[in-house]
């Protein structure tokens, strides 16, 4: 038998972006992953995450979403707040 391995296939890219300051983060994509590698806690719009703590928003395949969440840090360590984004191509 030959299977055509593209047919039904949905093409997405991943990206990562830090973030040190409070702010918007903006998604623009089918899931985000929010992991907090600063010492201070931040606050995803009302989910608090410590060091070393996550938070993941999916979608089903196909959906996307372009919720802005409101990033605030907390504390006098260090911000390092990691998002990671699917995003689908073409």
Known sequence: MNFDIKAGVINYAVSFITYDTSGWVTSDCNSILFINYG????????????????L???????????????????????????????????
Do not use: D, H
């Open 39 to 54: 010492t201070n806690p931040v606050i995803i719009e009302s989910v608090t995450l410590q060091q070393n703590q996550s």
């Open 56 to 90: 993941n928003i999916e979608g089903n395949a196909g959906e996307y979403t372009n919720t802005r969440f409101f990033a605030n840090f907390v504390g006098t360590g260090t911000n390092n707040l990691v998002t990671v984004k699917k995003n689908y191509l073409g």
